[in-house]
C-alpha cells in the first residue's frame, strides 16, 4: 500500500500573523526529518497563509487554506477564491470542515462545488466528512457519511488523487472526547468501501483518510496504528509545536 500518511494541522481561527509565523519556524527547526511517504500540512487563516509559506519554504510542509469560494472571481464580498489562493503558491484547501457546514451553512452541493473549484485552481483537497452525536447515538454515522460522500460524485478517478479525506465525527472536535481506535478503524474501512464503489479499488487503496477530532499526542499513536487511518487532522493541539511534533513522530512509526 503506497498511500500518503499525513499530518495536518487545522489552525482555525487562532494565531496572530507573527505568533502564526513563528509556530511554523518552530516546528520547521524541530521537527525530524519527514521520510517519503510521509506529508505535513499546516491549515492557517487567510492572512498568514503567504507568510507562513515563505517560512517553511525549502522543507516539505506544505499549507493549506480553511475554505474557498466555488467562484473563481467577481462580486462576492469578502470571499477568497480557489485561483486566488493557488495562485498565492498554496498546495491545499480544507473543504466542508464541520464548522463550516454547522456555522455557515455549508451542505453537500456547495461543499461539492467548492471541492471542483479547488481542483480546478490545481489545489488538493482535504475533503472533511462526520457525524453529529445524534447520528452516532442512533447508530446512523454511515448513513451520514455516506450521504456527505455523494459531494464527491462528480469526480473522477483522476481528480481523486489530488483529494484527501478527513473522517471527524462531530461530538469528538474540540471535546476531548476522541473516537475510539476500533470506532475510527470502523467508520475508515466503510469510507474506504464507499470510495471502492464510486471510484474502483485502486482509487480506494490509493486515498488517503486522516482521523480527526480531539487526536492528541497521547492517542495519535493507537489511532494510526489502525490499517485504514493513514494519519490526522489536528484541531487544538496543532496549536502547541511540541505536541505536534510527538503526532508526526507518531505517524512517522
Ligand atoms: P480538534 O479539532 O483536534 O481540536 O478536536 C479537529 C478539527 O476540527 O479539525
New binding site residues.
Partial sequence: MNRKKIVAG?W?MNTTVQEGVRLAETLKNNMPALPAGVNVVLGVPYPHLVPVQSAVQGTSIAVAAQNCHQETAGAYTGEVSATMIAGAGISHVILG???RRQYFGEENTMVSKKTEAALKAGLTVIF?IGEQLDARESNNQESVVADQLTALDILDAAQMQHIIL?Y?PVW????GKTATATQAQEMHAFIRAELAKKFGNEVAAATSILY?????AGNAAELFAQPDVDGG??????LKAEDFIKIIEARMN
Fill in positions: 487545522n482555525k470542515h464541520s464548522e472533511c478527513a471527524e469528538a472536535i474540540g471535546t480527526g477530532g480531539s487526536c492528541n487532522l489536528i484541531g487544538g493541539a496543532s
